[in-house]
């Protein structure tokens, strides 16, 4: 039987969209900012809580469980930290103003993945004399998900 070749990919042209204005949606570019400068993404983690469902007759003695509500977690942007570029900006004004606002991740084969979110930080961190000045925004996703494929 031939072997068959990886479908992986590197993570080299995946871009990170965000909706400039709450419900402004994707629908051109004035309605989202392409964060710049990002060297590397840690996609929301989603876990689901369970509840247990076990009573006085449940076979074998066996504990039982059904899924509850999924909570999708946080997500990161590491980035170059670039003052008063048009990414420093609105992540500073995001981070004020708490509003959950869309946010896409777009990988290289233009699949993607977005959640409603809210920053729970943003900013600079520790850099030395020789080095590129790095960021982090982190946010908390605050809604339902959705993919490409839907």
Same mark, same amino acid.
């Given at each position: 039987m031939p072997a068959t070749p990886?479908? *992986?990919?590197?993570? @080299? *042209?995946?871009?990170? @969209?965000?909706e400039r204005t709450p419900g402004a949606?994707?629908?051109s570019p004035a309605t989202y900012i392409d964060l710049g400068e990002i060297t590397k993404i840690t996609p929301p983690n989603p876990k689901t809580d369970q509840?247990?469902?076990t009573h006085m007759q449940s076979?074998?003695?066996t504990k039982e469980f059904v899924g509850g509500l999924t909570d999708l977690g946080e997500m990161s942007y590491d980035m170059n930290h670039v003052p008063g570029s048009a990414t420093n900006?609105?992540?500073?004004?995001w981070r004020r103003s708490k509003a959950n606002l869309a946010t896409r991740i777009v990988y290289p084969n233009d699949e993607w993945e977005q959640c409603a979110a809210f920053p729970l930080g943003y900013s600079a961190t520790g850099f030395g004399v020789s080095n590129v000045i790095p960021?982090?925004?982190?946010?908390?996703?605050?809604?339902?998900?959705s993919f490409s494929t839907d």
């Open positions: 990886s479908e *992986g990919m590197t993570g @080299y *042209g995946t871009k990170i @969209y965000v949606g994707f629908a509840a247990e469902r076979p074998d003695g900006v609105f992540c500073i004004a960021s982090t925004l982190t946010l908390k996703c605050a809604g339902a998900e």
